[in-house]
């Protein structure tokens, strides 16, 4: 039988909830559990796939083919254990299932309320991770207490304590003790009222990790554990990291932390071993060179739209023991005609997305990179606007392009797969989640992979049209992998360049701080390549 650990947030959001639990679940492993992660949002929408990257930031996708929130990421990143449809629950999945089993007359005519019913179900889904071998269950409240939607699930993981008994549960709360400038001093109280607000539940918090931006003093792990009633070795500081969120786990283990969370699980474990977590911080602090990689795409003004694909390429860097320094293009600048910060970059990426804004920014930031030899990697819609700027501007099919972004375009060399076989009554749906794949022996992707079977993750609804195949290939595209029966391109690349290749699926999801993704790991290095090359000629000219 499994043990539960809970995190829960308060004061306010943004504290980097996710990463703390993450970092938690990636000691717990070190110390040789098995665990499994999953997170609670308290929000209505069903699930997150369709909800604005502006708003939410990136939508991960599990191998089951579950669009989840972002943290879900972190999760796998830090621990490297896969999640699952089962690892991300909304309120409105919650709200819906108890409504459709009220419809089928599941609750025998009785009165159908918050508490059981809606409690119960919170619980079951929590409860569903208790798998033979798994030894704790890490379960993240969205969140900051005190909001209303959330109640309803601190009452269920209430529940779940009394039900399985005082070893086999652990609260931890994550608050923020602000520095007010003006008195020179940091605050306790928003900490104090936040951990309140639990116990007024019935929630006494085992751990408190208050993140903060300067060092706290003693007085302050005096006050946070006696007005929060947890003893003082229980009061753990998570002060800002400066360079990367991978010093996380060293900070915490620092504390004791997974040596108290296993003290109140009764659990008797050995050490940690958390060499390869000091040997990527060390690679980060101390690099042997920098490279710029440009991403371009059309949510740039948020800091987590594209996390997946920052964090892979900082794995990718981590490789070579190289700074990555990120330069953000708005797609649609480059539209407008502002090329100068392609030109200052030494590698281009254009991620996945969805719609027309900013569209032909982005073909044209890969002719750049096509004509100026510059490493190019195409995730998704980067795959596809790779294969339009192709079709037009090496094919002279002009008037190409997908018809996503236009319907009755002349050469849709993207399209839906209705469009191209006339099937009927396939709905657009998503080809969502993990999907085999062949690669061709001798292209890049091979190379890169070293192995002929792969398997990764998809979300989206268009795919080549295979009716331009033999035109686009006849012209120098590389048709790199497929699926096993050859029918949906997976990957393009041009032989005849540094490093181009352009995937339909998304790699950025499986790639990990120690295994960085073969994929990105070999582009930061063509890139890597190209700033030497560039540095070279600019000091012979
Ligand atoms: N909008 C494109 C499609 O649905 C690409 C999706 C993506 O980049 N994730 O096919």
Redesign the pocket.
């Known amino acids: 039988m499994a043990k539960y650990l809970f995190i829960t947030g308060g004061v306010v959001s943004s504290l980097g909830k996710g990463i703390t639990a993450a970092a938690i679940g990636s000691l717990l492993r070190s110390r040789g559990l098995t665990i499994r992660m999953m997170k609670l949002d308290p929000y209505l929408n069903v699930d997150p796939g369709t909800m604005n990257p502006y708003q939410h930031g990136e939508v991960y996708v599990t191998d089951d083919g579950a669009e989840t929130d972002l943290d879900l990421g972190h999760y796998e990143r830090f621990t490297g254990q896969p999640t699952s449809q089962k690892s991300n629950v909304t309120a409105g999945r919650i709200y819906w299932d108890v409504l459709q089993k009220e419809r089928k007359g599941e609750y025998l005519g009785k009165t159908v309320q918050m508490i059981p019913h809606i409690s119960n179900e919170i619980k079951t889904r929590i409860r569903s991770l208790d798998e033979p071998g798994v030894d704790v269950i890490l379960c993240e409240i969205g969140g900051t207490v005190g909001d209303i939607e959330g109640l309803i699930f601190l009452e269920a993981i209430r529940e779940i304590g009394l039900e399985e008994g005082r070893d086999n549960i652990a609260y931890v709360h994550l608050t923020y003790v602000p520095y007010i400038k003006a008195a020179g001093e940091v605050k306790t109280k928003p900490t104090q009222q936040s951990v309140a607000k639990l116990r007024e539940i019935g929630i006494q918090p085992d751990v408190v990790i208050c993140r903060a931006e300067v060092p706290l003093s003693d007085d302050v792990f005096n006050k946070v554990s006696m007005f929060c009633n947890v003893p003082i070795n229980c009061v753990i500081e998570e002060q800002d990291v400066e360079k990367t969120i991978y010093e996380v786990p060293l900070t915490l283990s620092e504390q004791g932390l997974d040596e108290i969370i296993l003290v109140n699980f009764r659990l008797a474990c050995p050490p940690a071993k958390l060499q390869p977590w000091r040997d990527v911080v060390d690679a980060i602090n101390f690099p042997k060179g920098d490279v710029r990689i440009g991403v371009v795409g059309k949510y740039q003004e948020l800091q987590d739209a594209y996390k997946s694909i920052y964090e892979a390429l900082d794995h990718g860097a981590l490789a070579h023991r190289h700074k990555l320094e990120l330069v953000r293009i708005a797609s649609e600048d480059i539209e407008n005609g502002k090329l100068e910060t392609l030109k200052s970059v030494d590698g281009i990426l254009v991620?996945?997305?969805?719609?027309g804004r900013g569209m032909e920014g982005k073909i044209k930031a890969i002719e750049y990179a096509r004509i100026h030899q510059v490493p190019y990697f195409g995730?998704?819609?980067?795959m596809?606007s790779a294969v339009i700027e192709f079709a037009r501007n090496v094919c002279n099919l002009h008037q190409a392009n997908?018809t996503?972004i236009e319907p009755a375009c002349e050469h849709p060399v993207?399209c839906l797969m209705e469009e191209q076989k006339e099937i009927e009554d396939m709905g657009a749906t998503?080809?969502l989640g993990a999907w085999d794949c062949k690669l061709e022996k001798g292209t890049r992707t091979y190379s890169s992979y070293d192995r002929v079977d792969i398997r990764e993750r998809?979300?989206?609804?268009?795919?080549f049209n295979n009716n331009y195949r033999q035109q686009l290939e006849e012209a120098g595209l590389v048709f790199a992998g497929t699926t096993p029966d050859g029918e949906l391109v997976e990957i393009v690349e041009i032989a005849d360049h540094p490093w181009f290749v352009a995937t339909q699926f998304?790699p950025e999801f499986k790639s990990q701080p120690f295994a960085p993704h073969p994929l990105f790991r070999d582009f930061v290095g063509a890139s890597i390549k190209q700033r030497t090359q560039q540095k070279k000629a600019s000091k012979e000219s």
């Open positions: 991620p996945g997305g969805f719609g995730i998704c819609l980067g596809q997908s996503e993207i998503m080809r998809h979300r989206h609804r268009y795919e998304h």
